[in-house]
């Protein structure tokens, strides 16, 4: 977070933002999460060791109770048109978090708790959640599964499930179940190496279609950047200026009300960078230029394909792509001779 903020003070960017003062909220917390506060060192190393991927520390309840509420009152700034749009620079993140236990290095999901926050403060209907991490936030899936008034969005490294969490439930065919079939939108990378043009033909022919569709009223993003190039456990490719590029194409759903959040990212200067790129864009700045966006990787169109395949019954905006649709990004003439780039969306299979 300090190098987060440093970045946004060298860049300018800082003293152009509104900076919102955190309430911390314990209303409906865990008393098993309040009771870390008080617990011995070892005591928190037992409690860690019961869930998978979890560290504690005397003040990680305060500091997952702040944010939260970072989260949640840049949602009222946002709702009742106080801030346009907004980010909220915190840890622990939330994303993997579950509704009874912690997982992921994060003790509350935040965006859950902001979603439903949304809907009973402000009154609102359709919440769009676009999780750009590159790890699946498997905890948003596991809470709105059956929930068609929260529609959620993964791009995410799975690698035919080798890649952490290591869940079938990433992939592609889980589509939400009951009601909420259809509203769980997973796009599993099943390569690393994933560049720019992946991730701008995933927005464009997947994720923008759907959100239109849905129209919601609020836009949350789970905001990693542990995809972007030298990160060393996403091992991907995103210049920080793409994600420039994703905020723009959000801000125009749900009529701009678009609250992001900081989830993962290991390199702490390519997520400052990737977040500085974020904030340029919330601000208005113009889109930076890509310098190789480059076409769709095969690999990359191959899951698209996928997970069109699973949503197409769900969805009118995608039923068009059945003969396949043109990819709008030029050749990519510099790529390395050993990843092959295609220019179409092509052999879309409806199952």
């Known amino acids: 977070v300090s190098t987060v903020m440093e970045m946004l003070e060298t860049e300018g960017l800082r003293g152009r933002c509104v900076q919102v003062e955190v309430e911390i909220l314990l209303k409906e917390y865990v008393e098993l999460m309040k009771s870390t506060q008080k617990m011995t060192e070892e005591e928190l190393k037992t409690l860690a060791h019961k869930y998978d991927s979890v560290y504690l520390h005397p003040e990680f309840f305060a500091s997952a109770c702040l944010a939260v509420g970072s989260v949640l009152q840049l949602v009222d700034k946002v709702m009742t048109a106080q801030l346009r749009n907004g980010f909220s620079i915190n840890r622990p993140p939330g994303h993997h978090a579950h509704?009874?236990?912690?997982?992921?290095?994060?003790?509350?999901n935040n965006l859950a708790i902001a979603a439903r926050y949304a809907q009973k403060q402000h009154g609102v209907k359709r919440v769009l959640i676009v999780d750009w991490d590159v790890h699946h936030g498997q905890g948003i899936q596991y809470i709105f599964e059956e929930d068609p008034s929260v529609l959620y969005f993964s791009v995410h490294r799975y690698e035919d499930g080798s890649f952490w969490p290591?869940?079938?439930?990433?992939?592609?065919?889980?589509?939400?179940?009951?009601a909420g079939q259809g509203y769980n939108i997973n796009l599993p990378w099943n390569?690393?190496?994933?560049e720019d043009g992946d991730y701008v033909t995933a927005f464009q022919q997947l994720l923008l279609p759907v959100a239109y569709e849905f129209q919601p009223q609020l836009v949350l993003v789970?905001?990693?950047?542990?995809?972007v190039i030298g990160d060393p456990k996403g091992e991907m490719r995103v210049s920080p200026q793409c994600f420039s590029i994703l905020t723009h194409m959000l801000k125009g759903v749900a009529q701009g009300r678009l609250v992001l959040a900081l989830e993962g990212g290991y390199n702490l200067q390519s997520t400052a960078e990737g977040v500085c790129a974020s904030v340029?864009?919330?601000?208005?700045?113009?889109?930076?230029?890509l310098t190789s966006p480059g076409a769709p990787s095969e690999s990359a169109l191959k899951s698209?394909?996928?997970t069109i395949s699973a949503l197409y019954p769900f969805w009118k905006s995608l039923q068009i792509f059945g003969a396949g649709p043109a990819v709008p990004l030029p050749s990519d003439t510099s790529s390395p001779s050993n990843r092959r780039r295609a220019g179409t969306l092509s052999q879309v299979t409806i199952k």
């Open 304 to 306: 698209i394909s996928e």
């Open 222 to 227: 789970a905001a990693g950047f542990d995809s």
């Open 191 to 194: 390569k690393t190496g994933m």
């Open 99 to 108: 509704a009874d236990k912690m997982n992921g290095y994060c003790m509350f």
């Open 166 to 178: 290591h869940l079938k439930e990433s992939d592609s065919s889980s589509v939400g179940s009951g």
């Open 280 to 289: 340029r864009s919330l601000l208005g700045d113009p889109c930076p230029h």
